[in-house]
């Protein structure tokens, strides 16, 4: 990088927690809620089914590939009218699911890093997920939230980025980019015209074939690391 970046966008799922662990506890708390409350629902779609419902819904609508919410709560809609249960019990069912979708299990250095990275930078959320900072506890460290939900639009796409950018006032190069996904967040952000930084938790080689991010990391405290030494130097 030419120079430090101003402002920081920051991934969510897999870059400061992992996800399908996660997801996997907020399905079996669905299939809890279901089982207590609407039994032929749960007989019926039981974890992997449902599963096979949500992808259903996502092939069948993918205007709204965007927005997990409504997916998940489109296939509870659709589960609970095929099995005859009353479908006032989808919002509550969805309760049970993103309660638990939301007790999230930080990397070990990901949130003492957040709160370094916070410390030093305008910090905004950016994620084609649905996680609730709020409920999480961190909402403190991020100037904004920016989700693929509410924009209608998910990364790589580049509208995504430079609302981000606008919502920071700042220019796209000036805006340092961190995420744990090749794709959609180091090729999105270079389509965009920002850095990006890499954080690749697992070791894996680089795809083929794709621009390399500017920065690499194997963990988020490695990015603190390198601002804190970057800011120093420049002092």
Known sequence: MKAPPLALSLDLDDTLWPIWPLIERAELALDAFLREHCPRTAQKYPVHRMRRLREQIATEHPQFAHD?????????????????????????????????RNQVEFYPDALPALERLAARRPVAALTNGNADLARIGIQAH???????????????????????????????ADVLHVGDDPLLDVVGARRAGMPSCWINRKKERWPAGLPRPDLEFATLAGLADWLDTHDTETR
């Open 142 to 172: 991020f100037v904004h939230f920016v989700s693929a939900r509410e924009l209608g639009v998910a990364k790589p796409d580049t509208p995504i980025f430079h609302a981000t950018c606008e919502r920071l006032g700042l220019a796209p």
């Open 68 to 100: 997990f919410t409504h997916q998940r709560r489109l296939s509870l809609l659709r589960a609970l009218e095929d099995c005859g249960d009353e479908a006032a019990h989808a919002d509550a069912a969805f309760e049970a699911f993103y309660a638990t």
